[in-house]
C-alpha cells in the first residue's frame, strides 16, 4: 500500500503540468489570432494590437538614414612610384585643379626628353629627304620611309608625355581629404590607393524604406533627418528612388538631398528619419491571423 501510493502522487503531479501548458499553449494561441501578431513590446516597438506587425528595420517610427557625400573617390596612382609629396593632409580642404600629390618620375622624364630628341631628329631627315626628292636626288621610298619614322617619333614623344603628366595627381572636385592611404617617400605600385576624397559641400541622406511605400513616395516628398551627433532636425527631400526592390526584405533606398544650410554636418554621420505617412498607406492584413510582412 506504501509503495502504491508513492507511485499514484508522481502521476497525479504529471496529468496536473500538462493540463497547464495545454491552457497556456490554447491562450497563447487565441492571443495571436485575436492581435494578429504577438504581444511583445520589446519585438513590435510598442505598437497598439490593431497596428499591422512590421520588422524593426522597416518601421516609420525607426527607420535610419546615413549622411554620404554626392560626390567622392579614391585616388591612386597609375605608374610604379614613389610619393615625393602629399600636399594636403587628412582632413585638409582644397579645390578643383589643385595638385594634391607628387610622385618621382625622374625616369619617365628622361625618356620623354630622349623621345623629344630622336623626334627632332627624325622630322629634320623628313625635311631634308623631301627637299633631296624635289631635286630628283632621292627616291619616293625613302622620302616616304623618313616621314613615317618622323610620325613613329612623334608618337613615342606624345607616348611619355602622358607618361609624365600622371606624376601629378590633380583633385576632380573641391572637396576635402578623407583619409590618407599611403605616406611620403613610400614606394607604390602601379594602380595602389593613395588618397579617400570626398565633397563635403553636397551631403545626401540615404535610407531604406518598405517597397509598398512606392505607392505615394516621390521626388519632392519632404522629410527630417533627427542628427545622431548633431541633436538637432535637418530639413531634406527626396530626390531619387532606388530602381530595384530587394525581394527579400521588399525594401527600396531613397535617397535625399538636405534642404538649407548643411554646416556641422559631416560625412558618415546617421540619425531617425521622420515623414508622414499619409492615412491608409500601410493597409491592415486581409486575414487577421496571419502577421503582415513589409
Given at each position: 500500500m506504501i509503495r502504491g501510493r508513492f507511485i499514484l502522487v508522481p502521476a497525479l503531479f504529471l496529468a496536473v503540468l500538462v493540463a497547464l501548458s495545454g491552457s497556456l499553449a490554447v491562450a497563447a494561441s487565441a492571443q495571436i489570432l485575436q492581435d494578429g501578431h504577438p504581444r511583445d513590446d520589446a519585438s513590435n516597438g510598442g505598437l497598439p494590437p490593431s497596428h499591422p506587425f512590421q520588422p524593426s528595420a522597416l518601421r516609420a517610427e525607426s527607420l535610419r538614414g546615413q549622411i554620404l557625400p554626392r560626390n567622392y573617390t579614391t585616388l591612386a596612382t597609375e605608374l610604379p612610384a614613389r610619393i615625393l609629396q602629399i600636399r594636403v593632409p587628412e582632413g585638409g580642404q582644397f579645390k578643383a585643379?589643385?595638385?594634391?600629390?607628387?610622385?618621382?618620375?625622374?625616369?619617365?622624364?628622361?625618356?620623354?626628353?630622349?623621345?623629344?630628341?630622336?623626334?627632332?631628329?627624325?622630322?629634320?631627315?623628313?625635311?631634308?629627304?623631301?627637299?633631296?626628292?624635289?631635286?630628283?636626288?632621292?627616291?619616293?621610298?625613302?622620302?616616304?620611309?623618313?616621314?613615317?619614322?618622323?610620325a613613329k617619333a612623334r608618337a613615342e614623344e606624345s607616348l611619355w608625355d602622358a607618361t609624365v603628366s600622371k606624376c601629378l595627381l590633380v583633385a576632380p572636385f573641391s572637396g576635402r581629404v578623407a583619409e590618407q592611404k599611403a605616406r611620403e617617400h613610400q614606394y607604390l605600385q602601379a594602380g595602389q590607393p593613395i588618397l579617400d576624397i570626398l565633397d563635403d559641400s553636397r551631403l545626401e541622406v540615404e535610407f531604406i524604406a518598405p517597397s509598398r511605400w512606392l505607392a505615394w513616395i516621390k521626388p519632392g516628398l519632404g522629410f527630417v533627418l533627427r542628427g545622431d551627433e548633431t541633436g538637432h532636425d535637418h530639413a531634406?527631400?527626396?530626390?531619387?528612388?532606388?530602381?530595384?526592390?530587394?525581394?527579400?526584405?521588399?525594401?527600396?533606398?531613397?535617397?535625399?538631398?538636405?534642404?538649407?544650410?548643411?554646416?556641422?554636418?559631416?560625412?558618415?554621420?546617421?540619425?531617425?528619419?521622420?515623414?508622414?505617412?499619409?492615412?491608409?498607406?500601410?493597409?491592415?492584413?486581409?486575414?487577421?491571423?496571419?502577421?503582415?510582412?513589409p
Open positions: 585643379g589643385d595638385v594634391l600629390i607628387r610622385l618621382d618620375c625622374s625616369l619617365q622624364q628622361a625618356q620623354l626628353q630622349k623621345a623629344r630628341a630622336a623626334r627632332s631628329a627624325a622630322e629634320k631627315i623628313a625635311a631634308v629627304n623631301a627637299r633631296l626628292a624635289e631635286m630628283k636626288s632621292m627616291g619616293n621610298l625613302e622620302v616616304a620611309t623618313s616621314v613615317a619614322e618622323a531634406a527631400k527626396v530626390i531619387r528612388i532606388g530602381a530595384r526592390v530587394d525581394s527579400v526584405s521588399q525594401s527600396i533606398k531613397i535617397t535625399g538631398e538636405f534642404v538649407g544650410d548643411t554646416e556641422g554636418l559631416l560625412a558618415g554621420m546617421s540619425g531617425r528619419v521622420i515623414l508622414d505617412v499619409p492615412a491608409g498607406a500601410i493597409p491592415p492584413p486581409a486575414n487577421p491571423a496571419v502577421p503582415l510582412t
